[in-house]
């Protein structure tokens, strides 16, 4: 029966997603069949249509039970009175392919195909077929042309994801990116999609990294983005002496000051965390329209409880991008610390709005409603950031549990670098107040 291996991908054994399994294809097989009366041209009716009629019918339950074995011999009967028939071609194609049977299977979806070319169905699973077989160049051809006209869910999106595993194999990674925008779009919530996403979007990332350390691997971009990925790995104190080996090189370099700032505000060091303020300040000399630094030094002033200058910051952040959600969750925490828990509530409201993941921003909601005398609402707020607090508990859980120590072999100090760690840094909102 139907087959579900991956496929390795392109750029270093990357998996690609899998085609369509076998009871995704008993979903829409209905759909995608056709009568086996349907003929290639309007011919009148033979002596042998009964006969066809009752064939079909026999095929039709024996794929719906998932006996494709007997459906294929049946189907072949059909071709033997009625050559041209294309519904039999085409679910002789179906019984087939459910055979892991794909060269025979493509053989009989291009039979109908060349006589009805605007079968959608038919010709994804030709595509899809010819995937299976290693005939890609076919199989991007007959993929491509049915993924734009499919209107069936579950065909559409498997068409979707073998064309992007074929790009993504073939290291086209603009096209696969462009491909897996849409099936983003198409299902959003869809964690094969999400994880196909992954695969492409980290593939790009690291073919711009190499190409960068071929053209210029002593640049200040080089160190600005080996910065970056230590601070994504968790590695504050590399993600630091990169971004000073970055300003040695170039002291205005765009983004570089902020990146120095938020590794410096969660480092173990009071000094370094001192120093963050200055490096926000040097981000706005070079962009005054820097709302993110303007949030981070209103972050600064809240956690030196002096919430008149962290307004100015936050109103100053809210004045360059109204839909910052750092700078409304932080100029509703001003308002809540002077006690106007009602305006506190439309900021911080809206910053949830932009960030649904901010956990802090919705305990700091649940007090401004409480404060507001809005019991019921401070209720569900509280019951959302415990919700999405429980969640990110378990996902800091779930990648600290890896056993990456016995899957890499090293050093301690190369081991706990590898493990991919929660920081602050470049999370949003003010630290000035604990969550429980």
């Not at 079909?56 to 006996?67: C, E, F, G, R």
């Not at 926000?280 to 209103?298: F, H, I, M, T, V």
């Not at 308002?335 to 993941?357: F, G, N």
Request: charge should be negative; glycine fraction near 6%; hydrophobic fraction near 40%.
């Amino acid at each position: 029966m139907c087959s579900g291996a991956n496929r390795t991908g392109a750029d270093g054994g990357r998996r690609a997603v899998t085609a369509l399994r076998c009871d995704v294809l008993l979903a829409f097989l209905l759909i995608a069949a056709m009568p086996s009366g349907h003929r290639a041209s309007a011919q009148s009716p033979t002596k042998a249509d009964p006969e066809i009629a009752r064939l079909a019918a026999q095929a039709q339950a024996d794929l719906h039970d998932q006996k494709p074995a007997l459906a294929a011999a049946e189907y072949q009967k059909i071709l033997a009175l009625d050559p041209d028939n294309i519904g039999a071609h085409s679910n002789l194609g179906l019984a087939y392919y459910l055979q892991d049977k794909f060269t025979l299977a493509s053989g009989e979806f291009e039979i109908a195909l060349r006589h009805e070319p605007d079968l959608w169905n038919i010709e994804a699973l030709c595509g899809l077929s010819e995937a299976r077989t290693g005939q890609n160049t076919n199989a991007i051809v007959h993929l491509e042309q049915a993924f734009q006209h499919l209107e069936e869910p579950s065909l559409r999106l498997a068409t979707g994801t073998q064309l992007f595993s074929i790009w993504l194999e073939a290291g086209e990674l603009n096209r696969a990116a462009a491909l897996i925008d849409q099936l983003q779009q198409f299902d959003p919530k869809n964690v094969d999609v999400l994880y196909a996403a992954h695969q492409v979007y980290s593939l790009l990332a690291d073919r711009a990294f190499l190409a960068m350390a071929h053209h210029d691997p002593d640049s200040a971009r080089m160190y600005q983005l080996r910065g970056d990925r230590m601070a994504e790995i968790g590695n504050m104190q590399g993600a630091i002496t990169a971004y000073r080996l970055a300003i040695a090189r170039d002291p205005h370099l765009s983004g570089v000051h902020f990146a120095l700032g938020e590794a410096l505000s969660v480092s173990r060091v009071e000094a370094e965390r001192a120093e963050a303020e200055t490096e926000y300040r040097k981000a706005l000399a070079d962009n005054p329209l820097d709302e993110k630094a303007e949030s981070r030094l209103g972050d600064i002033e809240m956690q030196r409880s002096n919430p008149q200058a962290a307004s100015r910051h936050y109103l100053r952040a809210l004045q360059l991008q109204p839909d910052d959600p750092d700078a409304n969750e932080g100029y509703g925490m001003v308002l809540l610390a002077l006690d106007s828990s009602q305006e506190a509530r439309s900021y911080l409201s809206r910053a949830v709005q932009l960030d649904p993941t901010n956990v802090a921003a919705y305990y700091h909601l649940s007090q401004a409603s409480r404060k507001a005398g809005d019991f019921d609402a401070a209720k569900r707020e509280m019951d959302e950031f415990l919700k999405l607090k429980a969640e990110k508990d378990n996902l800091k859980r779930s990648f600290n549990d890896l056993p990456l120590q016995a899957a890499r072999p090293g050093t301690q100090e190369q081991n706990e670098q590898s493990q991919p760690k929660t920081t602050p840094a470049g999370s949003s909102g003010p630290q000035n107040q604990s969550i429980p």
